[in-house]
């Protein structure tokens, strides 16, 4: 299984970005997604989870309200809308995958991609 993040770039504090993570070797359809991410010199954090079905959401409090998770199966793709951009955001993204289906354990994950958010 193999899990592609792409979107990343400079924004100015306030803009938006859409990240994408493509996964091949697998279909998504059974299983949960995330994204998190990883600040220069900070551990891994949470971000946002959506189940299988794309009906069940979940967010950290610090991007509640302004991110959003999406998934299409069809393109076996998920997404992370990100609007209202700040500084304190500007970290490495990591699309992950559920390994076995209902256990929300995140075995799969994928090569990060840079978000940069200026002041």
């Known amino acids: 299984v193999q899990l592609q993040a792409s979107g990343g770039g400079l924004v100015r504090a306030g803009g938006s970005l859409r990240l994408s993570c493509a996964a091949s070797g697998r279909t998504l359809t059974s299983y949960a997604m995330g994204w998190f991410r990883q600040a220069p010199g900070k551990e891994r954090e949470f971000v946002a989870a959506i189940n299988w079905s794309g009906n069940d959401t979940y967010y950290a409090d610090s991007v509640k309200g302004r991110f959003t998770i999406s998934r299409d199966n069809a393109k076996n793709t998920v997404y992370l809308q990100m609007n209202s951009l700040k500084p304190e955001d500007t970290a490495n993204y990591y699309c992950?995958?559920?390994?076995?289906?209902?256990?929300?354990?995140?075995?799969?994950w994928g090569q990060g991609t840079l978000v940069t958010v200026s002041s």
């Open positions: 992950a995958g559920e390994g076995v289906a209902g256990t929300d354990e995140f075995d799969y």
